[in-house]
């Protein structure tokens, strides 16, 4: 699977394009988690960047799914996860963790219906 530059689309390209690979990805087992704060644009270009290009370790089990946490941009930041997706108990437990308040909680920008993996 491979996809254009996302400065060679269009919007419309792009949102076609990301859910083609979005169900591909899922056809994969690959599933995108914390995606409704990216847009379709910037989403795109993190699947090209980090996901496509990453060699994923999984065990081939029918069952078994592999969860792309896509709030995560650096290891040590939390601040998206926190933003947008912490439930309270886990920002009260984070701020008790670092001694300093979370940051505020937002509502995440572009809501998105993601494949996931069967209960």
Known sequence: MSLQPACTLDDEQIH???WETIDGL???RII???TDHLSD????????RDILPSAVKRVDLPDNYFHWDCSATDAEDATV???YYATEQEREQWSLEEGRDPPARQVPTYPRALPTAPV
């Open 26 to 28: 899922f056809e994969k």
């Open 16 to 18: 076609l394009r990301l």
């Open 32 to 34: 995108l988690d914390f």
């Open 41 to 48: 644009r910037e989403l795109y270009v993190l699947i090209r």
């Open 81 to 83: 996860w926190l933003t």
